[in-house]
């Protein structure tokens, strides 16, 4: 399995501001995902972006990463009070069977 | 369906019982997890199903923690004599391939589980 440590544990800021959330792995991946998780409840797919990409964007998020440094970030511009909620994310690495695992999360709040 | 379904959404069971909690994939979704989450910790790796390939049963915490999917579909995750730090909620996940490009996996709600 492939886990990826997400950073800081926790985030607060004011409804307007960006948010930039940090995600470190180990080994080599093909491809990186973020998950979104509200109160406990399901995790929702954001976002993936593959190991032959640097930056891709969906609509107020942006992720970006670095396989020389094995980090990537998620940055949520111009936050809402909606966007709270924890953050995950998710190294898939190349070959067999794809099996995510996931740290802690990062748990963003956004005050109104 | 349109998306994983778990089911019961809540149970309450008391200790030393045996529950069974359901999970419906995504019609055509080869893949099929569950993981657990305890209050405030990351998703715990349960369990996972692939086709017609043996489970990777290497997240299983103990041997009353067992799991089966029945043709391939529907998947049942048993949990006997239930103890108290069996409490968290219990969520299944399914993706449409393994590996390989398309590997977005899509969660349930989840079940909730509390053993008092």
């Known amino acids: 399995s492939q886990q990826g440590e997400e950073d800081p544990q926790a985030l607060s800021i004011q409804e307007g501001e960006n948010a930039t959330m940090n995600c470190s792995y180990k080994t080599s991946i093909n491809n990186l995902q973020w998950y979104r998780q509200n109160s406990g409840r399901g995790l929702v797919h954001l976002i993936l972006i593959r190991s032959n990409e640097r930056e891709k964007h969906s609509g107020r998020l942006r992720v970006t990463l670095d396989t020389s440094k094995k980090s990537s970030s998620l940055l949520i511009t111009a936050s809402r009070a909606a966007d709270t909620a924890s953050y995950f994310c998710a190294p898939g690495r190349p070959g067999g069977s794809y099996i995510p695992t996931f740290g802690r999360g990062t748990s963003l709040i956004v005050h109104p | ?116």
Not at chain 2, 27 to 38: I, M, N
């Open chain 2, 1 to 116: 369906g349109a998306g994983v379904s778990q089911s019961p959404s809540n149970k309450v069971t008391e200790k030393g019982k045996d529950v069974e909690l359901r999970c419906d994939p995504i019609s055509g979704h080869t893949a099929l997890y569950w993981y657990r989450q305890s209050l405030g910790q990351g998703l715990e790796f349960l369990i996972y199903f692939q086709g017609n390939s043996a489970p990777d049963k290497s997240g299983l915490p103990s041997d009353r923690f067992s799991a089966e999917r029945t043709g391939g579909s529907v998947s049942t995750l048993t949990i006997q004599r239930t103890q108290q730090e069996d409490s968290a909620v219990y969520l299944c996940a399914s993706s449409l391939v393994s590996g390989g490009r398309r590997n977005t996996i899509y969660f349930g709600e989840g079940s909730w589980l509390t053993v008092v």
